[in-house]
């Protein structure tokens, strides 16, 4: 029996779920803005979100690359400044797949902000200030569209393929995620490994949307 | 006690309504998108407007020109939202200590809403959700929110609309009883006259944006200030004729030919004039009494509308100028309908009461 390759599950996990804890720090306040906010620009803002979603991953990709290679204007500031190199290492993988993830999560979480009745918010505000109005009444009453929303965006990240590969490349150990390792083994005429690293996948998102169902039980 | 001038332009719409209601219940009356719910919202501080001034027993919370604009939570307000806004995920009891101001210690906390729940006779509701509630019940914990912190000034923004006719009744005295520990001014909004009537000693008008009339319920009732007022109230009958002095010195007013006596001129001046009375006001006249009465006119009834308790009569004046339209819209009891025996096209006698015709300014 062939051994069955654990390391880009691990690794694919890792990714997706630091990729969700940033979408879902970065993804929230945007979205408020986009459901409460009325400023200028808030059009062009809503566009910019929804980029990765129409653009080719190869295409979102190579930007990345351009923006972010040695070469590139903010990957020589990181790699001289800050001496980060993140072109093909893991951390560029989650990168990838925050990029992927945000625009589903902005979306879903949105629309919560949005659904939420605006006198319930403004009765919270003639009784306490602003900050604690976000943090007791609307977070609480968005908090299914936000779980909702990091469902969505830990499975895309778990899916991501596309840019993952060309600003992280497919290093086996390193930063060969369980799609790329999927892909790799097919093209090697690996079915077994191909057969139980997909099995393996299909039975973890499910595991996690399981668990995630049972802890969110609502009581009103 | 509450003074507010405020400005505010919206597209399509001009608000700039100046009150100064007393520790008193004041409604604010008018149709929908008169700018009524708006005011409230603009004195809660949920709104903010262009210019003006709002204070609260003397307090400046919000001055266009000084830059004051104090935050809601700040003005001491309670506001009661139309559908009550409950925090769908918060039990009664958290409903109501949110109404606390920030920082009260847990065990006063935890006390005043216990002494809450009881006044609202909610006890046995404290863990239940605003979604378990009847309409009745939400409305109470809705004012309850508003009260348990002792704003300044309390606003309902019209209470009972959202719930069912029969329990209206009922409720709205409930409502009177509950405020009644209540000293400060209390503002509500309605677009039900009768209940403003019932709930307020004072009614001011509103639409447009604007303030058309304030004053105690029977002024505003029976003496509209412009004819816009007057359509507000249902004084429906507008009559437009010229005033001038009759043989004995006092004011007629003639109108389609009949010289009308009026008790209270006011401030009349000769000239085109527009008087109202309310349909309820103008009285049917048997046959056999007319020498009696003053104001009297004949009329054929041309339209009626049987309303169960009562009936409209649209009545076309008989001096031979016969338009196809009717001069005058009555109200009569259905007993009363039924003793004269009332129909469509038959011929009555009627007679405008001095006391109850009413003499409008023109609209400035």
Same mark, same amino acid.
Not at chain 1, 82 to 87: A, V, Y
Not at chain 1, 186 to 196: G, L, R
Not at chain 2, 153 to 159: A, F, G, H, V
Not at chain 2, 328 to 344: A, F, G, K, N, P
């Given at each position: 029996?062939?051994?069955?390759?654990?390391?880009?599950?691990?690794?694919?996990?890792? @990714?997706?779920?630091?990729?969700? &804890?940033?979408?879902?720090?970065?993804?929230?306040?945007?979205?408020?803005?986009?459901?409460?906010?009325?400023?200028?620009?808030?059009?062009?803002?809503?566009?910019?979100?929804?980029?990765?979603?129409?653009?080719?991953?190869?295409?979102?990709?190579?930007?990345?690359?351009?923006?972010?290679?040695?070469?590139?204007? &903010?990957?020589?500031?990181?790699?001289?400044?800050?001496?980060?190199?993140?072109?093909?290492?893991?951390?560029?993988?989650?990168?990838?797949?925050?990029?992927?993830?945000?625009?589903?999560?902005?979306?879903?979480?949105?629309?919560?902000?949005?659904?939420?009745?605006?006198?319930?918010?403004?009765?919270?505000?003639?009784?306490?200030?602003?900050?604690? &109005?976000?943090?007791?009444?609307?977070?609480?009453?968005?908090?299914?569209?936000?779980?909702?929303?990091?469902?969505?965006?830990?499975?895309?990240?778990?899916?991501?393929?596309?840019?993952?590969?060309?600003?992280?490349?497919?290093?086996?150990?390193?930063?060969?995620?369980?799609?790329?390792?999927?892909?790799?083994? &097919?093209?090697?005429?690996?079915?077994?490994?191909?057969?139980?690293?997909?099995?393996?996948?299909?039975?973890?998102?499910?595991?996690?949307?399981?668990? @995630?169902?049972?802890?969110?039980?609502?009581?009103? | 006690?509450?003074?507010?001038?405020?400005?505010?332009?919206?597209?399509?719409?001009?608000?700039?309504?100046?009150?100064?209601?007393?520790?008193?219940?004041?409604?604010?009356?008018?149709?929908?998108?008169?700018?009524?719910?708006?005011?409230?919202?603009?004195?809660?501080?949920?709104?903010?407007?262009?210019?003006?001034?709002?204070?609260?027993?003397?307090?400046?919370?919000?001055?266009?020109?000084?830059?004051?604009?104090?935050?809601?939570?700040?003005?001491?307000?309670?506001?009661?939202?139309?559908?009550?806004?409950?925090?769908?995920?918060?039990?009664?009891?958290?409903?109501?200590?949110?109404?606390?101001?920030?920082?009260?210690?847990?065990?006063?906390?935890?006390?005043?809403?216990?002494?809450?729940?009881?006044?609202?006779?909610?006890?046995?509701?404290?863990?239940?959700?605003?979604?378990?509630?009847?309409?009745?019940?939400?409305?109470?914990?809705?004012?309850?929110?508003?009260?348990?912190?002792?704003?300044?000034?309390?606003?309902?923004?019209?209470?009972?609309?959202?719930?069912?006719?029969?329990?209206?009744?009922?409720?709205?005295?409930?409502?009177?009883?509950?405020?009644?520990?209540?000293?400060?001014?209390?503002?509500?909004?309605?677009?039900?006259?009768?209940?403003?009537?019932?709930?307020?000693?004072?009614?001011?008008?509103?639409?447009?944006?604007?303030?058309?009339?304030?004053?105690?319920?029977?002024?505003?009732?029976?003496?509209?200030?412009?004819?816009?007022?007057?359509?507000?109230?249902?004084?429906?009958?507008?009559?437009?004729? #010229?005033?001038?002095?009759?043989?004995?010195?006092?004011?007629?007013?003639?109108?389609?030919?009949?010289?009308?006596?009026?008790?209270?001129?006011?401030?009349?001046?000769?000239?085109?004039?527009?008087?109202? #009375?309310?349909?309820?006001?103008?009285?049917?006249?048997?046959?056999?009494?007319?020498?009696?009465?003053?104001?009297?006119?004949?009329?054929?009834?041309?339209?009626? #509308?049987?309303?169960?308790?009562?009936?409209?009569?649209?009545?076309?004046?008989?001096?031979?100028?016969?338009?196809?339209?009717?001069?005058?819209?009555?109200?009569?009891?259905?007993?009363?309908?039924?003793?004269?025996?009332?129909?469509?096209?038959?011929?009555?006698?009627?007679?405008?009461?001095?006391?109850?015709?009413?003499?409008?300014?023109?609209?400035?």
């Amino acid at each position: 029996m062939t051994q069955i390759p654990l390391s880009p599950l691990l690794l694919s996990l890792k @990714v997706a779920g630091l990729a969700t &804890v940033v979408t879902l720090l970065l993804g929230t306040p945007i979205a408020w803005l986009l459901a409460r906010g009325r400023f200028p620009g808030r059009a062009f803002l809503e566009s910019i979100v929804v980029i990765p979603l129409i653009l080719p991953p190869t295409v979102i990709g190579y930007y990345l690359l351009l923006l972010l290679g040695r070469q590139g204007l &903010v990957g020589r500031l990181l790699e001289q400044g800050l001496n980060i190199g993140l072109i093909f290492t893991w951390k560029a993988a989650v990168l990838a797949s925050t990029i992927a993830a945000l625009p589903l999560f902005i979306k879903a979480t949105q629309g919560a902000f949005e659904g939420i009745d605006r006198r319930i918010e403004d009765a919270g505000r003639t009784f306490k200030p602003a900050l604690i &109005v976000l943090c007791t009444i609307t977070l609480p009453l968005a908090w299914r569209g936000i779980l909702a929303g990091s469902i969505l965006a830990f499975a895309r990240a778990m899916g991501e393929f596309g840019i993952t590969l060309m600003i992280a490349g497919s290093i086996p150990g390193r930063t060969q995620t369980l799609a790329l390792a999927i892909y790799d083994a &097919v093209q090697a005429n690996q079915s077994q490994e191909a057969n139980a690293m997909s099995i393996l996948a299909t039975a973890a998102v499910l595991l996690i949307l399981v668990l @995630v169902g049972r802890m969110t039980k609502v009581k009103y | 006690m509450l003074e507010l001038a405020l400005d505010r332009r919206l597209p399509g719409f001009h608000l700039r309504t100046q009150l100064v209601v007393g520790d008193e219940i004041a409604a604010l009356y008018g149709p929908s998108g008169s700018g009524k719910s708006l005011t409230l919202l603009a004195i809660a501080g949920l709104i903010r407007p262009a210019a003006g001034t709002i204070r609260i027993n003397g307090r400046t919370v919000f001055d266009g020109s000084a830059d004051i604009d104090l935050a809601p939570h700040r003005r001491h307000v309670g506001l009661v939202f139309q559908d009550y806004a409950l925090f769908p995920h918060k039990t009664v009891s958290g409903n109501l200590s949110f109404g606390l101001a920030q920082g009260t210690p847990k065990n006063t906390a935890v006390d005043r809403v216990n002494e809450m729940l009881h006044l609202l006779r909610l006890e046995s509701f404290a863990q239940h959700y605003p979604h378990q509630l009847s309409g009745g019940q939400r409305q109470r914990v809705a004012l309850g929110r508003a009260l348990i912190g002792h704003p300044e000034i309390l606003l309902l923004d019209e209470p009972f609309s959202a719930l069912d006719p029969a329990v209206r009744e009922a409720l709205r005295r409930e409502l009177l009883q509950t405020l009644g520990d209540f000293k400060g001014t209390i503002l509500l909004v309605t677009h039900d006259l009768q209940e403003a009537y019932l709930m307020a000693s004072t009614i001011a008008i509103i639409d447009e944006g604007k303030v058309l009339q304030m004053g105690s319920r029977e002024e505003v009732l029976h003496q509209p200030r412009t004819r816009r007022v007057a359509e507000h109230t249902g004084a429906k009958n507008i009559l437009r004729g #010229i005033a001038c002095r009759g043989q004995d010195g006092d004011w007629d007013i003639v109108w389609r030919g009949h010289h009308l006596r009026i008790d209270d001129p006011g401030q009349i001046a000769p000239g085109e004039v527009e008087c109202c #009375i309310r349909p309820e006001d103008v009285r049917l006249v048997w046959s056999d009494r007319v020498e009696q009465r003053v104001n009297l006119l004949r009329g054929r009834i041309v339209h009626e #509308i049987g309303r169960g308790l009562d009936y409209l009569l649209f009545i076309s004046l008989s001096d031979g100028d016969d338009r196809g339209k009717y001069d005058l819209e009555i109200q009569v009891r259905s007993r009363l309908h039924d003793l004269m025996t009332l129909y469509v096209g038959k011929e009555i006698w009627l007679s405008l009461p001095p006391d109850r015709l009413h003499l409008l300014q023109s609209d400035e």
